[in-house]
């Protein structure tokens, strides 16, 4: 299987630059099981396609404004892309320079935050903030909401809210969870009101989710970490949930892949730690009976994870439909709802 078997053109102007007024608004296209034909939604519709019972799963990670700039020593400027805060005022990150920084240099912060470049391994810096304060504490101060390398405009006001899930709690991701970016809070309240129960995972987005795949063969990839944490409370309500005859529906494709860490013996555990899951077709997906997801990018991993759920085919017609019905693409785009290749 080949990176480039996941190819598909996609006209540049379907991209999606910025959210649309109201997050609900968004279309959503209904891919059933089977060969069912595909049906174009609302997003609000899903009131009418969840069921009492049902079980939506969100990842509640909250997204810190990890970029940041300076300069070198040798006063050269710098681009940080916090891709993981670390324990010791320590943290992993991506750094754009003209001359790449070596280790035991020194980074100034336009606050004056002084910064230590510990090592690198690959495109990672390993890096010490030399101050007392909180990491966070600074990234609140001084640092910028990293949008997506597709959207072509600086992050403004706006997007401090709007690229953040309405549930977001724990902070840590470098990216958002976009399928839950479509819930607000009337939409929550109207499906907990029918019957349709929640729960959460964490998993912090890294940078890595946007670094394009580089080997052909997709057995030569080998996946960025990240941390998640998945509770005893929601394993219970999972299987509860599938006792009872409801659906587990995994909202955006961190929550399956946290799911799919977390599985012992073909049912989903307590699991707290890093996962470098990589799933692609001919992985059997057994941790959701559904999915909401937005749409990803050509010869992504993202791309293969959904192939792998409802199958290959089935995902690139249905992108095809997306494209001929001028869906909007990518983390400020319209979405889908996904069931198994096969019909139960």
């Known amino acids: 299987m080949k990176k480039s078997d996941f190819h598909f053109e996609l006209p540049p102007e379907l991209i999606a630059q910025a959210p649309l007024p109201n997050r609900s608004d968004s279309r959503l ?39 940041l700039y300076g300069r070198k020593q040798t006063g050269g400027e710098v681009e940080i892309l916090i891709e993981r805060l670390l324990p010791g005022q320590e943290a ?32 990672f810096y390993h890096l010490r903030f030399e101050t007392d304060e909180p990491v966070e504490t600074v990234l609140n ?6 949008l997506p390398p597709y959207i072509q405009r600086a992050a403004d006001a706006d997007d401090d809210s709007r690229y953040q899930t309405v549930f977001a709690r724990h902070a840590g991701a ?36 946007f670094q394009p795949m580089r080997a052909e063969n997709v057995k030569d990839h080998v996946m960025h970490s990240e941390w998640l944490n998945v509770g005893a409370e929601l394993c219970a309500r999972i299987q509860s949930t599938r006792a ?17 860490s ?39 991993t993202l791309l293969m994870l959904v192939s792998a759920f409802a199958g290959k ?31 139960p």
């Open 29 to 67: 296209l209904l891919v059933p099981p089977g060969d069912a034909s595909f049906e174009d939604r609302r997003f609000r519709d899903l009131t009418d396609l969840l069921r009492p019972g049902d079980l939506l799963v969100f990842n509640d990670t909250r997204v810190i404004p990890a970029r």
């Open 92 to 123: 992993r990150a991506q750094i754009g320079a003209s001359k790449s920084p070596k280790p035991g240099s020194g980074i100034t912060l336009q606050n004056g935050t002084r910064i230590t470049v510990l090592g690198r391994d690959g495109g």
């Open 141 to 146: 101060r001084i640092g910028k909401l990293p």
């Open 174 to 209: 470098v990216a958002a969870p976009t399928a839950g970016l479509h819930f607000d809070q009337a939409l929550l309240a109207e499906l907990a009101a029918m019957g349709v129960q929640s729960g959460h995972v964490t998993l912090h987005v890294g940078a890595g989710t």
């Open 244 to 260: 009872a005859g409801g659906r587990v529906i995994a909202v955006g494709t961190t929550v399956l892949r946290a799911l799919e």
């Open 262 to 300: 977390a599985m012992v013996d073909g049912e989903v555990r307590p699991f707290a730690g890093d996962t470098q899951i990589f799933i692609f077709p001919g992985y059997r997906i057994r941790s959701i009976d559904a999915l909401i997801t937005n749409f990803h990018l050509p010869e992504s």
């Open 313 to 343: 085919e089935r995902i690139f017609a249905a992108y095809r439909h997306a494209v001929a019905q001028r869906y909007r693409f990518f983390s400020y785009g319209d979405a889908m709802l996904l069931f198994p290749g096969d019909a």
